[in-house]
């Protein structure tokens, strides 16, 4: 957005992280929630970070304050909930990481959250064979293994590979 002419700004909750994103474009420092920003916007991202927080809708709440008439909200890089490989290998999906990952979601929710908001989904894309993790005779044989595991009622132990739906991005716009 920012080779292209756009006025660019972030939001870090790190000192260091935010001292260093500064040398690129304007940082808000602090929860995102809590802060004091007298601007709006015509896009808000949240990239890969939305299953990271404690109260994630504090969070979309604050980026709907925050938001143009016409606005657009992009969730992009968030892993997704009702994808194959969730749903198969479940506490070994590779995006099922306790520790940093707190919530997990699928497109249903965020598409209920933001109708109730009076947004509507403009775009969804559930990016694989164009990301650099994807190997598709890798993945599909891995699947295919952990398929037949779980019919023989076998533990499937190994964590699963990168694949289609695995992540999601989708494209909300407030109509005004």
């Given amino acids: 957005f920012k080779a292209a002419g756009y006025k660019c700004y972030g939001v870090e909750l790190g000192k260091e992280a935010a001292k260093y994103a500064s040398k690129f474009f304007t940082i808000y420092e602090g929860e995102f929630p809590d802060l ?3 601007k709006k916007f ?3 991202t949240f990239r890969g970070t939305i299953e990271h927080f404690k109260k994630p809708k504090a969070y979309l709440n604050k980026a709907l304050e925050l938001l143009n008439d016409n606005g657009m909200i992009f969730i992009t890089s968030t892993p997704n909930s009702e994808s194959i490989c969730c749903e198969l290998f479940k ?6 990481v306790p520790e940093e990952h707190i919530f997990h979601f699928a497109p249903k929710h965020f598409d209920d959250f933001f109708a109730k908001k009076g947004l509507n989904k403009i775009w969804e894309a559930f990016p694989y064979d164009e990301t650099p993790y994807a190997n598709f005779e890798n993945d ?3 699947i295919a293994k952990a398929i037949k595991l779980k019919n023989s009622g076998a533990k499937i ?3 699963s590979p990168p694949f289609y739906k695995s992540m ?4 909300y ?3 005004k």
């Fill in 36 to 38: 004091a920003i007298d």
């Fill in 42 to 44: 015509d896009v808000i």
């Fill in 91 to 96: 506490e070994n999906w590779s995006q099922h």
């Fill in 140 to 142: 599909i044989e891995a």
């Fill in 157 to 159: 132990d190994f964590i």
């Fill in 168 to 171: 999601m991005s989708l494209v």
């Fill in 173 to 175: 716009k407030k109509n």
